[in-house]
């Protein structure tokens, strides 16, 4: 401590905004140390010097291996998708060849200048000659399956292929590539069709078709107008040939896809030909970037981590997409991770048991201190610490007992003092009988004798005088219950002459409660404000029940009546402010000095809890302890 001390003196002689957060700084850490358990302090010190080393040197490892794994993987996927790139782009301009060839036989330009006049004789024969044609000079091909012309009128002759597996589109098909190939002015316009699209086919057969599509718009060589179009119809197996021979790790994808998204070609059958890509935001990224060599990036795909692989094709608006996951790339370190990480569980383990047995030749001592205290904090004053130690903690703890004895002294003195308090406030309480509410009995009394001959004065009168014993007659603070309920009843008998008998008052008292006592002058003041603030203005006969029941070592005693209710906004402030003070009051103890007067005797945990609804009822429970009225 002394160190510290003089070094952050040292410091505060420094001068500049430096120095002035250095030693802020300083101060800092040095609070947070010591509001930490020594114990705890030892563990986390032997814990960090040795699991930071390692978790350093481990990381840079791990760190460093994998990138390693990655450059070489990135550097391979690309080299993979430009070959396999320029393999895919021969196979497209041998396809675009072989439209311009067919575009310009003698056969295609005499069909395109004349097929308007033939008969449909004619024309059959026509079909059979180029069928006959083209299949002699495309018997060579592998993956061309359908070859068609289609006019400008749109009547379809094909040139090449299966009569019995031909395609069939339909019109609004054959339109929509009218539409996109004829501006193109014979650049080729590809698309892909699927028996799965009802859009594409008018099925004459059970046989699914499938395939890409290249189409472009024609020249009639004597009119030097594009007024038709070729199809045509190309196996999906001519570029899934091309990689399907390729050594590629599990869970690894190539596809072809466009512009818009839909795949052309794909190694993983769950990728569908002709669907449309399942992650948009991949389609979007790599044709946004367009970049004419390919590019390697990272991104995530349905929650799981992709290493993803680009490459441009130059003749169509595709793109060869390659995804490889994380969980391949960091399978070659995980061995290397998986031995740092069971090193640093062993030098984690063995550094808790070495700081144990060290922090705790310190700890236990204290320990027992701080046992001792929380005893003491639920208020067991009696828990002394046997320590007879000559060390600093042996000490505190001799120290600490002498304040024990000095605190159950100090405790008895505050609390005589607060008897003593309670006795003189009470007496107070009792003094302040409310004249006001005197005068008013008594102008009722003077009242009756002249309207009603005198014959209740009497009754009125004795009601009167052993409420007035009560409240400033001599005697304990706490009287009995069933003495409680006397004065009641003679308050009651008061205001029911007050009222012309406008309320029935029904006691429903459990025998058992009746000779415990209870701080006098407890219940009428919340029976008055039942009767002034809650039958007073109501109008209907009014009903109140008072309850008292015993339940484990509590009393309860239940004040409900029907009257007006209190709102939600006075509620809330009942207990705090207490009733209008220029309300005429037998005692002038409101429902706040009741609830405060519970709480100062007998303790936060009793008092009164309200409950009403407006025009309807309001419920007031008291809630006091069990007492027999020889307890301190």
């Known amino acids: 401590m002394y160190m510290y001390t003089h070094f952050v003196r040292k410091m505060s002689y420094r001068s500049g905004p430096r120095f002035g957060f250095l030693r802020k700084l300083i101060n800092k850490i040095w609070h947070g140390i010591r509001h930490t358990k020594i114990q705890t302090r030892l563990m986390i010190s032997f814990i960090l010097l040795s699991s930071i080393p390692l978790f350093v040197t481990g990381y840079f490892s791990y760190y460093n291996s994998s990138n390693t794994i990655r450059d070489k993987i990135s550097a391979y996927s690309l080299m993979l998708m430009n070959q396999i790139g320029k393999n895919i782009d021969d196979q497209l301009v041998r396809l675009i060849n072989d439209s311009i060839a067919i575009e310009f036989t003698d056969i295609v330009q005499d069909t395109l200048l004349n097929y308007d006049k033939m008969t449909e004789w004619e024309k059959n024969s026509l079909q059979y000659e180029m069928s006959y044609v083209f299949s002699r000079n495309f018997s060579y091909l592998n993956y061309e399956s359908n070859i068609m012309l289609v006019t400008m009128n749109r009547e379809v002759i094909t040139l090449y292929g299966d009569w019995n597996i031909r395609i069939n589109l339909k019109d609004d098909y054959i339109d929509f590539l009218f539409d996109s190939a004829v501006p193109k002015d014979g650049v080729p316009f590809w698309s892909t069709v699927s028996s799965e699209n009802v859009d594409h086919f008018a099925r004459l057969g059970s046989r699914d078709e499938e395939g890409i599509l290249i189409t472009r718009a024609i020249k009639n060589a004597t009119t030097d107008v594009r007024e038709s179009i070729l199809i045509i119809m190309i196996s999906k197996r001519i570029f899934s040939d091309i990689y399907k021979d390729l050594d590629i790790v599990a869970n690894t994808d190539i596809f072809v896809i466009n512009s818009k998204g839909i795949i052309v070609s794909s190694t993983n059958p769950e990728i569908a030909f002709s669907s449309e890509y399942k992650y948009p935001l991949l389609t979007q990224k790599i044709f946004q970037n367009n970049s004419s060599k390919g590019e390697v990036f990272d991104m995530s795909l349905g929650g799981s981590n992709y290493l993803v692989a680009t490459y441009p094709l130059k003749h169509a608006d595709w793109q060869i997409v390659t995804t490889i996951p994380y969980s391949y790339l960091n399978s070659e370190s995980k061995m290397h991770g998986l031995s740092i990480m069971f090193l640093g569980i062993v030098c984690f383990i063995l550094a808790i048991i070495l700081s144990l047995l060290i922090s ?273």
């Open 360 to 632: 705790g030749s310190i700890s236990v001592p204290l320990a027992n201190l701080i046992q001792s205290m929380n005893k003491v904090k639920k208020g067991n004053l009696d828990v002394y610490v046997s320590d007879h130690s000559n060390d600093e903690v042996g000490e505190v703890a001799r120290n600490y007992n002498t304040m024990l004895i000095n605190l159950k002294e100090l405790i008895n003195e505050v609390r005589e003092m607060e008897k003593q308090k309670r006795k003189a406030e009470f007496k107070a309480l009792q003094a302040k009988i409310n004249p006001h509410f005197l005068s008013n009995t008594l102008n009722t009394i003077r009242g009756m004798a002249v309207r009603q001959k005198a014959h209740n004065i009497s009754d009125i009168i004795t009601s009167l005088i052993e409420l007035l014993r009560v409240c400033i007659g001599e005697g304990d603070e706490f009287i009995f219950i069933h003495e409680e309920l006397d004065y009641i009843k003679a308050y009651i008998n008061i205001q029911q002459y007050k009222y012309y008998n406008e309320f029935d008052v029904h006691f429903e008292i459990n025998q058992e409660i009746l000779n415990y006592k209870i701080p006098k002058l407890l219940c009428q003041p919340i029976v008055e404000n039942a009767i002034i603030h809650g039958i007073g203005p109501a109008q209907k006969h009014g009903i109140i029940v008072i309850k008292g029941y015993r339940i484990d070592d509590k009393i309860k005693i239940v004040v409900r009546d029907n009257g007006v209710g209190i709102s939600k906004d006075k509620l809330e402030r009942l207990l705090d402010k207490g009733n209008d003070i220029n309300t005429p009051q037998f005692t002038g103890i409101g429902m706040k000095n009741v609830n405060d007067r519970i709480k100062m005797i007998f303790g936060d945990e009793y008092g009164i809890q309200i409950e009403s609804v407006p025009d309807f009822f309001t419920n007031v429970e008291i809630t006091i302890p069990v007492f027999l009225g020889d307890e301190q």
